[in-house]
């Protein structure tokens, strides 16, 4: 590992960057917070505070901040300014990791894929799911052949009632949808990583605001005000790839049921099957027999040494800056992280038309 130390910016010192992107990089040995951006100047001048290096400048126009001497750059605004800050963060000749989505519509992202490739600089989109350990565990299950062909898949993001009501999370110009684009866009992007399947032939979706004109006083976060929620509460997807696999996207903040949970997946081979329903579970048969397995994904064995442990984000964040100083790319690459905009946005066109939306040939993943 290179002992060159570099110089970090975050743009946007809100709830995601104060509490996911400061505190990973703070425990990164390469890098020095030196620079902070909000439209709040008391949220930025917070953030420094705590995480920022002697002398760290505090900023509320992100340009400014840009012309600082700076090696990378995290992105944690609403989705609708995503792409052009990180545009003009790789033009200034700075590495971008941007947070999730990639950008508020896949024209946006596309633009995003191009800026990197022209400027030559890194970008990656924060899917810290990838980064947990029973994702890396079941990745390499994948990768070894022990699932066989995956034909079916499940990509879950569903809550039976935590429908955020801080922020902008309900402002369907700001963001871009509600949990499709928020939740659903974890699971989708886990479940395309572990298949390693990004050729799409078509998608169909619909969305519902089924609780339109309602609220909900038993919403973990409080209940919402009705005349703010402009976006849906639940979108369901079932895309279909160019070799006849399907997957089912599930993402709902208000949903009646018990079956819970999001940044999971469900997998279906034609030699077994994996779900992250009771912790990571591995099906299939042998010797006539079925079988289940949990991986014991906890290296400790005894009583007070519970093996070195590190928490998704900080993986996420010390991965992220080793591939900046080995020069390699980054787990979560843009090419992947826009198709997932593709495909959220085609559930929103095709829930709108009644329609399949189809993805060309010759637009297939790269």
Known sequence: MSNKILKVGIIGCGGIGTQKHLPALSKQKNVELTAFCDLVESRAQDAAETFGTAGAKVFTDYKELLKEELDVVHVCTPNKSHSFITIDALESGKHVMCEKPMAKTADEARAMVEAAKRTGKKLTVGYQNRYRDDSLHLKKVCESGQLGDVYYAKAHAVRRRAVPTWGIFLNKEEQGGGPLIDIGTHALDLTLWLLNNYDVKYVVGNTYKAWDGRTSEANIFGAWKQEEYEVEDSAFGFITMENGATIVLESSWALNTLDIGEGQTTLCGTEGGADMKDGLRINGEEFGKFFMKKPELNDGSVAF??????????????????????????????????????????????AKTGKPVYFKKEEAFA
């Open 305 to 350: 040494f519970e093996g070195e442990t590190e928490e998704p984000q900080d993986r996420e964040a010390r991965m992220w800056i080793e591939a900046i100083l080995e020069d390699r790319e980054p787990l979560v690459k843009p090419e992947e992280a826009l198709r997932v905009s593709e495909i959220l946005e085609a559930i929103y066109e095709s």
